[in-house]
């Protein structure tokens, strides 16, 4: 099933793949039913472990990720994130700043 998170759940969407595509397939066809533009880049992350698919997996067909990735059994939970896939050499890191609403044009915010 797809949706966006500020949708309705009326309006999700229930969509099949093919187990014999790759993560590349699923990425484009997932930015299609949400709408998003093929241009801007985004990743996929495992939902249930957290973490992000690499870039070294994206060829990887569907049917070869088994265990806590397995998309053949129930479906899979995916949340799709901004940004380009990450190597196995590299990490992700999500920086929020806290504090008070800040304009980014105030010299205290630079």
């Not at 793949?17 to 397939?25: A, G, I, P, R, V």
């Not at 870039?55 to 990720?65: A, G, H, I, Y």
Request: aromatic share 8%; net charge negative; proline share 4%.
């Amino acid at each position: 099933m797809i949706g966006k998170s500020d949708i309705n759940v009326e309006k999700v969407e229930r969509i099949q793949f093919d187990t014999d595509d790759n993560l590349w397939k699923l990425l484009e066809e997932l930015k299609k039913v949400l709408d998003i533009s093929p241009d801007v880049e985004y990743r996929i992350r495992n939902v249930k472990t957290d973490k992000l698919f690499c870039l070294e997996e994206m060829d990887q067909p569907l049917r070869s990720f088994k265990g806590n990735s397995d998309f053949m059994e129930g479906g899979k939970v995916v949340c799709l994130e901004c940004g380009r896939p990450i190597t196995m050499a590299e990490i992700s890191i999500t920086v929020f700043i806290h504090g008070k609403d800040k304009n980014p044009d105030d010299e205290e915010y630079k």
